[in-house]
């Protein structure tokens, strides 16, 4: 059996868990047919031959713990967590150049996403899984597309990279 941690509308396994149905019922699409946290997982010990968790841990408070869970239940994990949980808001412009030429600095602030808790370092949970008893343990980069209508120059603003983790 497959089992998908925090699917919200993603219909992928066979059993859908997320700790929450109404914000995507709101939108129409929930597919979850169990809720329960991740911290908390109601299963038995290597119950579930595959589990996946896509853009999950960094919405999760105590993530050390559901990732513990997460590798009590299953026997192949795949893991995927954004490279940037920044995104940049604010820009600091300068205009006290003399001549009276508006000089524009662009240093980034970056601020936290309001969803986004934590920011993560890969070979940190590649460690954890390890300590976890699993052997082989992989990863890679993946970007998901941008829009057609975004015209090619602003690409760079529109790219999400993720890390994505596999351990067996």
């Known amino acids: 059996m497959k ?29 979850a047919n169990l809720l329960a946290d991740a911290r908390f997982l109601p299963f038995r010990e290597k119950s579930f031959s595959e589990l996946r968790t896509y853009e999950v841990l960094e919405h999760i408070i105590d993530w050390k713990k559901a990732l513990d869970e997460c590798c009590r239940v299953s026997e192949k994990i795949s893991i995927t967590v954004p490279i940037n949980s920044y995104i940049p808001r604010n820009e600091l412009f300068l205009f006290f150049i003399p001549g009276s030429f508006p000089f524009r600095n662009l240093w980034r602030l970056p601020q936290r996403t309001r969803e986004h808790i934590w920011q993560f370092n890969v070979r940190k949970i590649e460690c954890m899984l390890r300590k976890s008893g699993f052997r082989n343990v992989s990863r890679e980069v993946v970007h998901y597309p941008f829009p057609n209508f975004v015209p090619y120059r602003l690409k760079e603003k529109f790219l999400r990279y993720s890390w994505k983790i596999v351990a067996s």
């Open 3 to 31: 089992l998908n941690v925090g699917c919200g509308s993603d219909s992928w396994g066979d059993v859908r868990v997320d700790v929450s149905r109404h914000y995507w019922t709101a939108k129409g699409r929930s597919s």
